[in-house]
């Protein structure tokens, strides 16, 4: 277009393109705030950050939720931010607009880091909610050396989170989590965990019949897996590439038994742990394990649960009783964070 203005060109651009290709929120903004001075296109620098996260295997988070993650360093919370033209302009149009968001997405990769080598999420499919990444980008833009205090704090506040229905609630409620998060950032005796006045635990709900990387709850018990076998092995992070999905029984006639979550066995994708449990390229059950030396015990499948199924070759038992070791291990790993787990 020759003449006008940037924001002329976006609203131009925007209606010629309404039946195109999706035009998202941060490609505008990084039109309107283009600054060749400074060397800064925000399109540009978020390309940077999901390079610079694919040590974490984050890389493939999406961009949306990395401005939403900007927007709200802006003093604005997620939840209130409306996506008026008029309001992404304003945002653009921000003196500061560069160095915060500079600040933001080095924060957002802190934050990452954190969830991987704290939290044990690590690949970015198994964060359970989307706004965790928001909350805790908050956290370290706004305390940029926390204490060992303070991460504790957020490690915990991560896993009730995750457990609970907490970012499932209405929007009266979010603003009262949102709220006292703040007011744990600004003071660490400050319990960062939104409690209602009824003063009740959160009930976390009963396992679910399968692994589904679409549910809260489901990619929970995934991480808490994944953490049992990095502890269990005391595996080195920078070796981690993700996780795998294997089936401990292939073949099984009942689809439902086939994926279902005591059939499922998650490993965290290292060369020392393929090593060590024999696993190839071709492996996608690992019922061969039963018939070894090697301890079980990581995969919520006991000595005695191993010793039974090769005495009489019972897999709905042994299915049966890793269900059961799974909510064991579940019940003991919440009752930690004073919360009430209803397995049934």
Not at 88 to 115: G, M, P, Q, Y
Not at 173 to 194: E, L, S
Not at 229 to 241: D, E, M, P, R, T
């Amino acid at each position: 277009m020759i003449g006008g203005s940037i924001k002329e060109a976006v609203d131009i651009f925007s209606r010629v393109n309404s039946k195109g290709a999706q035009i998202t929120d941060d490609w505008k903004v990084s039109a309107l705030s283009f600054d060749k001075e400074r060397d800064f296109r925000l399109g540009t620098e978020i390309d940077i950050l999901l390079n610079e996260i694919k040590e974490y295997n984050f890389h493939k988070i999406s961009r949306e939720l990395i401005f939403a993650c900007i927007k709200n360093s802006f003093g604005k919370p997620f939840f209130d931010q409306a996506k008026k033209s008029s309001d992404l302009e304003e945002l653009a149009s921000r003196a500061e607009f560069v160095d915060v968001t500079r600040n933001t997405l080095l924060n957002i990769k802190r934050s990452i880091k954190f969830l991987f080598e704290d939290c044990y999420v690590v690949d970015g499919r198994l964060l359970p909610y989307s706004i965790q990444l928001i909350f805790v980008t908050d956290f370290f833009s706004k305390i940029e050396f926390p204490n060992q205090i303070q991460l504790n704090q957020l490690k915990e506040w991560f896993w009730v989170t995750s457990f609970t229905n907490y970012f499932t609630s209405n929007l009266s409620q979010q603003r009262m989590a949102y709220n006292q998060f703040q007011n744990f950032i600004n003071d660490c005796n400050v319990n960062p965990i939104y409690i209602e006045p009824h003063g009740q635990y959160w009930l976390v709900s009963n396992l679910l019949p399968k692994i589904n990387m679409k549910s809260v709850r489901a990619k929970s018990t995934a991480i808490l897996m994944l953490k049992r076998i990095i502890n269990s092995y005391q595996l080195n992070l920078v070796n981690i590439k993700g996780f795998k999905i294997y089936t401990l029984f292939d073949g099984l006639n009942d689809v439902r038994k086939l994926n279902s979550v005591e059939n499922t066995i998650l490993i965290v994708d290292s060369i020392d742990i393929k090593e060590h449990l024999n696993i190839t390229t071709s492996t996608k059950s690992l019922s061969y394990l039963l018939d070894s030396d090697i301890d079980l015990e990581p995969f919520s499948i006991t000595l005695d649960m191993k010793s039974k199924f090769m005495n009489n070759g019972n897999i709905e038992e042994l299915l049966s009783q890793r269900r059961l070791e799974i909510q064991k291990s579940e019940t003991e790993f919440v009752k930690q964070l004073d919360l009430d787990y209803s397995p049934f």
